[in-house]
């Protein structure tokens, strides 16, 4: 029997790996040689991993590995009781910024945060949001480090993300950038693949799209944060997924991103390693 062809993600820059998935447990030396080991070209970090007081340490040790920063994970909340809570976010945001430029990183990935502290006013703490985002610009434009709104699954809303969809991400970034060249949408499997206006959401999106990131959604999941399963493990249509990010013009790598804290955070990183490499053939 003649053997399957190989997916074109065998090819390591294809494929990103988000060191979520290894549960923070080495050091970015330790984990860059073993994500380049394992066959990925990229690497998306998180800042807990990166001493922002000397980035370009960690860069090299990156780069050593023979490994490339795709993106950088992620930006503080921006909605907050008091002036100082917001400016203390932006201030911490600007340092994100500047370490993912040292890291050579395209995009810092944008998690913009749920509601203020004490607040229910859904559309308050957004325009907050907003203004956090806006205020970030000369930032921005002096690292040139673009940023990716991430929307997360509406179950989020009140603590993690009052941005729950590719089409309201896309909005945003018309409206913060509408010449598309700083602001544009991480596409995340595991928060979208309910959307029942995820197709026509993903192709407006177009050249907006800067990150593709799969992992799986398991059927009975035990709770939608730190449960997430590998890929072909449960009910999200990746291939049908990337085929349209794809279609929508998105030509770069494919980024496993898994928090399992009982499951792969428990298992020897290069056995979770090897399996993801292995389960992106569900991505083929
Ligand atoms: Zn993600």
Redesign the pocket.
């Known amino acids: 029997m003649a053997p399957a062809p190989l997916c074109d993600l065998a090819a390591p820059d294809r494929c990103c790996l988000?060191t979520?998935t290894l549960g923070h447990r080495e050091p970015i030396a330790v984990i860059a040689r073993r994500v380049a080991a394992a066959g990925f070209g990229w690497i998306t970090p998180w800042r807990r991993e990166i001493d922002e007081r000397q980035p370009a340490r960690d860069a090299e040790a990156i780069r050593a590995a023979g490994l490339r920063a795709r993106s950088y994970?992620r930006t503080a909340y921006l909605a907050h009781a008091s002036e100082s809570a917001r400016r203390q976010a932006a201030d911490d945001n600007r340092r994100a910024l500047d370490a993912a430029a040292a890291l050579g990183a395209r995009e810092l990935?944008a998690?913009v945060g749920g509601l203020a502290d004490g607040s229910r006013d859904v559309d308050g703490s957004r325009a907050q949001i907003l203004r956090g985002l806006e205020d970030l610009m000369p930032a921005i434009e002096s690292t040139g480090v673009a940023i990716a709104l991430?929307p997360?699954h509406p179950f989020y809303a009140a603590d993690r993300s009052l941005l729950s969809t590719i089409a309201q991400a896309q909005a945003w970034c018309e409206t913060l950038d509408p010449k598309g060249r700083y602001f544009g949408v991480?596409i995340?499997a595991?928060?979208v693949w309910w959307d029942p206006l995820l197709a026509p959401s993903i192709a407006g999106a177009g050249p907006r799209i800067r990150?593709f990131?799969v992992?799986d959604w398991l059927r009975h999941t035990q709770e939608p944060l730190l449960d997430r399963g590998m890929m072909g493990d449960g009910v999200v249509d990746l291939k049908g997924l990337r085929t349209m990010v794809e279609a929508a013009g998105f030509d770069g790598p494919v980024?496993v991103?898994i928090f399992s804290r009982d499951q792969w955070w428990k298992e020897d990183p290069d056995v979770v390693l090897h399996t993801c490499r292995e389960r992106l053939q569900a991505v083929c």
């Open positions: 988000n979520a994970c990935i998690v991430e997360l991480a995340d595991y928060h990150a990131h992992s980024e991103e």
